[in-house]
C-alpha cells in the first residue's frame, strides 16, 4: 500500500454489508465512505475523489450498472469494483465494459474482497508510474525533441541544439562515436528534420559489402557490365535521390571506391558500372564512423580530400560512461520498450539493480544497455529488475580499481555527487525504501534525504 490515506467508497443497499466492509477495511488502512444507492453515491463523488469504489449491482432507486454509467466522468481515474449476489459472466462482463476494474460475487471471502483490492492498488501504481515515466521521457524530448533519441545530460542536450540547427540544411555531416553509440539515429534524426524528410532515407554499411561488389552497390549497373550482371540495377546513390544516404562505417571504404565517391560529392553526379553516361543525382550525405579519420589520413588509409569534404561539419556522439546521467532515463525508456515488445509487465528497476548499472563502464554503449534490459526483461520472474537478473559482467564486483576507473572523471566534485547518490541508493535499498530509516543510515536529516532524492532523481 502507497503511503497516502486511500479513500474508499461503499455503495450498497444492505446495511449489515456495509458495516461488515467498513469495520474490515478501516482495520487495513482505508478511509471509508459509504451509501445506500447508486444516487446517493453520485452526489459523493462529485464532491470527493476516491481511489476505490466497491458497489453494489442490485440496489433501490439507482443500481450499480446506472450508476456505472451516470458517474463515468467522475470516476474515470478510480477502481470500480462492482458486487453481486446474482453474479454470472455475462453480468461481470458487462460491469467492466461499462469501465468496473472487476467483479466479485456474493457470499465472499473477506480475503477475496482484500485481494481484490491488492490487485487494484498494484495496477493503479504500475498506472503512476508509467504515467511518471511518460512524463519525464516526455519532459526530456521537450527539451531535446530530436528524432528517437533520449537523454538528458549536458552532452547530449548540447548535441541535440547542433544537430536541429544542421538538419535543415543539405551540409555534408561526418558522425562520429564510439560502437553502439547511436550514430544511425543522428542520421535518422537529421532527415527526420529536415526539408527531404519525405524522401528516401537509405543506410549502408560501407564494411559490411564484399570490396568486388561496393560499386555496383554505391553506382548501379547496366545489364552484361559483368559476370553475373543479368539485369540492370539501381545504386544506393540513386535509390536515394532527393533524400537522405547514410554512409556507416565510412572508414571502411576502400581507397579505390574513395576516389570515385569524392567525385560524387564534388560533381553531384554518378555513373553506373559498365555505362559511359554520367547522371545527375541529389543527396545529401550523412557519414559515420567508430575510427578516427584523422589518424587513418596519418596512416594513408583514408584520402585527405575526401575527409575534409565528409568533414563539413561534425557531430561528436560520446559514449554512455561519459554521461552518467543518462544511464537511469535510458534504462527506464528501455523497460518500457521492452515490455511493449515483449507483452511484459516489469514495472521497475530495484535501487541495487540501478546502482550496478549507474557503475558498470559500458564499453558497448547504448546498445549494450537495451540488450541487458531486455534480457533482464526476460530473465525476471518479479515485478522489477533486480541483480540477479543481470549479466554476470554486471554484477562482478572488481578489487583493486582505482577511483578514475569508478567514476570516469577527474573531477572531485562530480565524483562527490556520484558517490553520495550511490550512497543513497544503498541505503534505499538497505531500508527498503524506509526513508527514515535510511536518513538515519545516511547520517543526514530527513528533509535533506528528501531534497537529495528528488535532485539525484531517485525513487
Known amino acids: 500500500m502507497t503511503n497516502r490515506i486511500q479513500h474508499l467508497l461503499i455503495i450498497d443497499d444492505e446495511e449489515n454489508m456495509r458495516h461488515m466492509l467498513r469495520s474490515l477495511l478501516e482495520d487495513h488502512g482505508y478511509r471509508i465512505e459509504t451509501a445506500g444507492n447508486g444516487r446517493e453515491a453520485l452526489r459523493q463523488i462529485e464532491q470527493k475523489f476516491f481511489d476505490y469504489i466497491l458497489c453494489d449491482i442490485r440496489m433501490p432507486e439507482m443500481d450499480g450498472m446506472a450508476f456505472l454509467r451516470e458517474a463515468k466522468p467522475y470516476i474515470e481515474q478510480s477502481n470500480v469494483i462492482m458486487m453481486s449476489a446474482f453474479g454470472s459472466l455475462d453480468t461481470a462482463l458487462e460491469a467492466i465494459k461499462a469501465g468496473a476494474y472487476d467483479f466479485i460475487s456474493k457470499p465472499f471471502k473477506t480475503d477475496e474482497v482484500l485481494l481484490t483490492l491488492k490487485k487494484a492498488e498494484e495496477r493503479e501504481a504500475l498506472r503512476r508510474e508509467n504515467k511518471m515515466l511518460r512524463e519525464e521521457i516526455e519532459a526530456v524530448r521537450s527539451e531535446s525533441d530530436f528524432g528517437a533519441m533520449v537523454g538528458r545530460s549536458k552532452s547530449m542536450i548540447s548535441l541535440f541544439q547542433l544537430a536541429r540547427k544542421v538538419a535543415s540544411f543539405n551540409t555534408t555531416v561526418l558522425v562520429t562515436g564510439e560502437s553502439g553509440t547511436g550514430k544511425e539515429l543522428v542520421a535518422r534524426g537529421l532527415h527526420a528534420h529536415s526539408p527531404r524528410a519525405e524522401m528516401p532515407f537509405i543506410a549502408i554499411n560501407c564494411g559490411g559489402i564484399p570490396e568486388n561488389l561496393l560499386e555496383s552497390e554505391f553506382f548501379g549497373h547496366l545489364k552484361g557490365a559483368f559476370t553475373g550482371a543479368d539485369t540492370n540495377k539501381k545504386g544506393i546513390f540513386a535509390e536515394a535521390d532527393n533524400g537522405t544516404l547514410f554512409l556507416d562505417e565510412i572508414g571502411e571504404l576502400p581507397i579505390g571506391l574513395q576516389v570515385k565517391l569524392l567525385r560524387v560529392l564534388q560533381e553531384n553526379e554518378i555513373r553506373p558500372v559498365g555505362s559511359s553516361r554520367s547522371q545527375k543525382i541529389d543527396v545529401r550525405i550523412i557519414a559515420a564512423t567508430a575510427k578516427d579519420l584523422a589518424q587513418e589520413v596519418e596512416k594513408g588509409t583514408f584520402r585527405e580530400d575526401l575527409y575534409y569534404r565528409l568533414n563539413v561539419l561534425a557531430i561528436h556522439i560520446p559514449p554512455l560512461r561519459e554521461r552518467p546521467d543518462d544511464i537511469a532515463l535510458l534504462a527506464r525508456y528501455f523497460l518500457k520498450l521492452k515490455n511493449r515488445k515483449l507483452g ?109 532524492i528528488k535532485k539525484y532523481n531517485l525513487s
Open 344 to 452: 511484459t509487465g516489469v514495472d521497475s528497476i530495484t535501487s541495487s539493480a540501478m546502482s550496478m548499472l549507474l557503475q558498470y563502464s559500458w564499453p558497448g554503449n547504448i546498445r549494450e544497455l537495451e540488450n541487458t534490459i531486455e534480457r533482464a526483461v526476460i530473465m525476471t520472474d518479479q515485478s522489477s529488475i533486480s541483480p540477479d537478473n543481470l549479466t554476470p559482467t554486471i554484477r562482478e564486483i572488481k578489487e583493486g580499481r582505482r577511483l578514475t576507473d569508478y567514476f570516469n572523471t577527474y573531477s572531485i566534485k562530480q565524483a562527490g555527487q556520484m558517490m553520495e547518490k550511490n550512497l543513497i541508493s544503498r541505503a534505499l535499498d538497505a531500508s527498503g525504501g524506509n526513508k527514515s530509516r535510511a536518513s538515519e543510515l545516511l547520517e543526514i536529516s530527513y528533509p535533506s534525504l528528501l531534497a537529495k
